[in-house]
């Protein structure tokens, strides 16, 4: 599986930005896919997820309510819409794809095995 990552970009507080990541490979349906974001001197964190199996859905803390993850199997990409955003959301996100990823493990980047190469988000004040 490989994935790109697109649509990061410069935005002020407040306002919206919506990541893509492209999957190549086969059963992109079920690969459990997720968004990561990580910020310099930080370590990489969880963002959101969407569930092979069923695409339930799965947030951080921080995001929930302003950002929703959404997977198209037709085209085998997985969208992040990111509204309200904050300075403290600036960091580079990287899309992310594992299969049979347990429900406890779904937050921990060491669960996944393919990765985007990262886009970056800014957001000023």
């Known amino acids: 599986v490989q994935l790109q990552a697109s649509g990061g970009g410069l935005v002020q507080a407040g306002g919206s930005l919506r990541l893509s990541c492209a999957a190549s490979g086969r059963a992109f349906s079920s690969y459990d896919m997720s968004w990561f974001r990580q910020s310099p001197g930080k370590e990489r964190e969880f963002v959101a997820a969407?569930?092979?199996?069923?695409?339930?859905?799965i947030y951080a803390d921080s995001v929930k309510g302003r950002f929703t993850i959404s997977g198209d199997n037709a085209k085998n990409t997985v969208d992040l819409q990111m509204n309200s955003l904050k300075p403290e959301d600036t960091a580079l996100y990287y899309c992310a794809a594992g299969r049979g990823i347990i429900l406890s493990s779904v937050r921990k980047a060491t669960s996944y095995d393919y990765w985007g190469q990262g886009t970056k988000v800014t957001v000023s004040s």
């Open positions: 969407v569930r092979g199996i069923g695409r339930s859905t």
